[in-house]
């Protein structure tokens, strides 16, 4: 993917100082998202990475305004998101869509396949009659299944038909923008390949734009153009796969990328992981400086009084760290 | 590792979109819980009776040639015969029209309180759960501090108010009634508004009456009828229980309760006045038990296989 030319293309959407936390009671705050900022240009896969619970999902989610936004702004092609209308929303779900991660939980199991994926098609008003069945049969057929399915109903697929179905749905709106919040990291591996190429065909012919969302990192590294990082609600990292997967700069990007196993027995055992200490701290009290700090081996008195900015150290390599020159 | 090109495999056996083909015939929710729900025979016997119950109760009344009100003094308490099925009561009423008639009162105000229940309690528990926080908050506590005041006081307030009979009765269960629904569709929606597939609509950009209606609804509906049958047995037992204790129908109307209380009076000399009613509405109370049982198999969906 990497031989994709990006220089020179627009940004489609723009994430700046978004911020997203959710009250926990007893005036406690939960900073899932703690100021992330980055882009992604059109026609472009930006891959977004971290563990759990480090606000990959609540990201994305508050990029197509499934959340409002505690802080911050995103701008998608010019508009800013939080300050739509009603209408002018509507018309912004056209263009920016979801696949979600549960195939099992992402289908209404009391609709029919059909109704599954024309019901973007009737919120619009786009198609009607023949013409909607038309668009659900070519739809179906371009995901892979066939327009018997139609009249289906979700119990009756596997877990990555049902996918396939979900992508379908985010298709018959004919976005520009899709977010895919971990659509493989529920499936079988022979089944992850086959819905990871579908998504790259997809992207190919309609020009699509992703935000790919996962913890395989070696899944992201064959879909995404660039990867941004992410730590407790904040990006540590962000440049293009392969920099990052060459020459990772963050002390947590090293030990992330040092956890992929190599299928190579000799490499395997005389290799050195990096083994990070401790658990991530709780996004309710996230530590005031950097977010690292805790599991730090490099840590120094800087780390623990300011919060290190995301700074370009070299063209298109973006780092958070005191550390990193 | 070696590079594989693809001319070097061919496909053996079955092509793609033959591999994809379902074999088992499509069936909607309906027709699979209808499946399910006829291998349960106890449930279909519950069924069964519970339709003959509700037939003879429209239509002994209306076929037979007594009135339930009008007695003949000449011929008070007598055995079952061919000519009084179930005999007569101590005013000379025949047993048989009045039993009926009572199971017919008895059904009515069981389904009227379910369905005044279920509207109210759907409405309200959906509602909060959609809105949910604060809101949510102050509905249901108001519910609390409605269901801390037992039934009983309801009736026999509403009793001094509107005076006794059928109004009364249903008005009072109800009150009493919804707020178990109005807490059971409160949590559904509130556990089925953070489903996926509730996301994905909002993606779509779907507004809250077409969340509401294709999909939280729908996928509510199996537990709201389980409710709903659990919830005829229980007013007509409230019912019965009241008019034994001599606050529900008022006289020359019966109803199952309002009998067995008759038929207690007698029960020493003739204690087949108590063991028709008696015998209807343990048969009804059981079928609806049974066959609520069997819905809540057939159209839960965490059975389904």
Same mark, same amino acid.
């Given at each position: 993917m990497s031989e994709k030319k990006l220089e020179g293309r627009k940004n489609i959407i723009e994430v700046n100082n978004l911020k997203k936390h959710f009250k926990v009671g007893k005036g406690q705050i939960l900073k899932a998202v703690d100021g992330v900022t980055f882009s992604i240009r059109e026609g472009e896969t930006l891959g977004l990475v971290g563990e759990s619970g480090c606000g990959k999902s609540t990201t994305g989610r508050a990029m197509i305004r499934l959340y409002?936004?505690?802080?911050?702004?995103?701008?998608?092609?010019?508009?800013?998101?939080?300050?739509?209308?009603?209408?002018?929303?509507?018309?912004?779900?056209?263009?920016?869509?979801?696949?979600?991660?549960?195939?099992?939980?992402?289908?209404?199991?009391?609709?029919?396949?059909?109704?599954?994926?024309?019901?973007?098609?009737?919120?619009?008003?786009?198609?009607?009659?023949?013409e909607r069945m038309a668009k659900i049969y070519e739809l179906l057929e371009i995901v892979g299944l066939n327009r018997e399915h139609a009249s289906r109903f979700p119990h009756e697929f596997s877990g990555g038909q049902r996918q396939r179905i979900g992508i379908a749905r985010a298709l018959s709106v004919e976005p520009k923008f899709i977010v895919c919040d971990e659509p493989i990291s529920a499936l079988d591996v022979s089944i992850q390949a086959q819905v990871v190429n579908l998504l790259e065909e997809l992207q190919e012919e309609m020009g699509l734009t992703y935000l790919f969302i996962a913890h395989d990192l070696s899944m992201v590294k064959h879909i995404s153009d660039r990867i941004a990082v992410m730590y407790l609600g904040a990006v540590m990292e962000l440049t293009t796969s392969k920099v990052l997967y060459d020459e990772p700069l963050h002390p947590y990007t090293q030990a992330l990328l040092s956890a992929i196993p190599i299928p190579d027995p000799e490499v395997e055992r005389s290799r050195n992981r990096i083994i990070l200490e401790g658990d991530v701290p709780s996004p309710i009290n996230p530590p005031e400086g950097c977010k690292f700090q805790k599991r730090c081996k490099y840590v120094k008195d800087i780390c623990r009084e300011k919060a290190p900015e995301l700074r370009e150290v070299k063209p298109e390599h973006f780092v958070a760290c005191h550390i990193v020159k | 590792m070696a590079e594989l090109s693809k001319d070097k495999f061919i496909i053996e056996g079955k092509e793609s979109s033959e591999a994809e083909a379902i074999v088992r015939p499509s069936l909607t929710y309906w027709a699979d819980a209808w499946r399910r729900l006829k291998s349960n025979k106890m449930a279909i016997i519950a069924m069964t009776i519970l339709i003959i119950i509700t037939l003879a109760a429209i239509f002994a009344p209306i076929f037979s040639s007594y009135d339930y009100r009008t007695g003949d003094l000449l011929k &008070?308490?007598?055995?079952?015969?061919?000519?009084?099925?179930?005999? &007569?009561?101590?005013?000379?009423?025949?047993l048989y029209v009045r039993v009926w008639e009572g199971t017919r009162i008895s059904l009515f105000i069981g389904i009227v309180v379910a369905l005044l229940n279920f509207t109210i309690g759907v409405l309200y528990g959906g509602i909060s759960g959609y809105i949910g926080g604060s809101v949510d908050n102050l509905m249901m506590r108001f519910v609390d501090i409605l269901f801390s005041i037992p039934y009983l006081i309801w009736v026999i307030m509403l009793t001094t108010v509107l005076g006794s009979g059928l109004f009364t009765i249903i008005i009072a269960l109800s009150i009493a009634g919804w707020g178990g629904m109005a807490r059971l569709v409160r949590g559904q929606v509130l556990q089925l508004k953070e489903m996926e597939y509730v996301m994905a609509a909002k993606t779509l950009g779907a507004d809250a009456g077409r969340i509401i209606t294709k999909h939280l609804i729908p996928n509510t509906i199996g537990v709201i009828i389980i409710s709903i049958t659990f919830a005829v047995p229980t007013a007509i037992f409230s019912e019965a229980f009241l008019s034994f204790i001599g606050l529900g129908i008022p006289v020359p109307n019966p109803s199952l309760g309002s009998l067995s209380n008759d038929g207690t009076r007698m029960l020493l000399l003739e204690p087949y006045q108590l063991v028709f009613p008696a015998l209807v509405i343990s048969a009804v109370m059981l079928s609806f038990q049974i066959f609520g049982d069997g819905l809540r198999d057939a159209l839960d969906p965490r059975l389904r296989q």
């Open positions: 409002e936004a505690t802080e911050g702004e995103v701008i998608f092609d010019g508009m800013n998101i939080q300050r739509l209308n009603r209408k002018e929303l509507k018309n912004f779900t056209k263009q920016a869509q979801m696949i979600f991660q549960d195939p099992y939980a992402s289908l209404n199991p009391r609709m029919t396949v059909g109704d599954i994926i024309g019901e973007g098609m009737d919120i619009h008003g786009l198609r009607k009659g023949k | &008070t308490n007598l055995k079952p015969s061919s000519e009084h099925w179930f005999g &007569t009561d101590e005013l000379g009423r025949d």
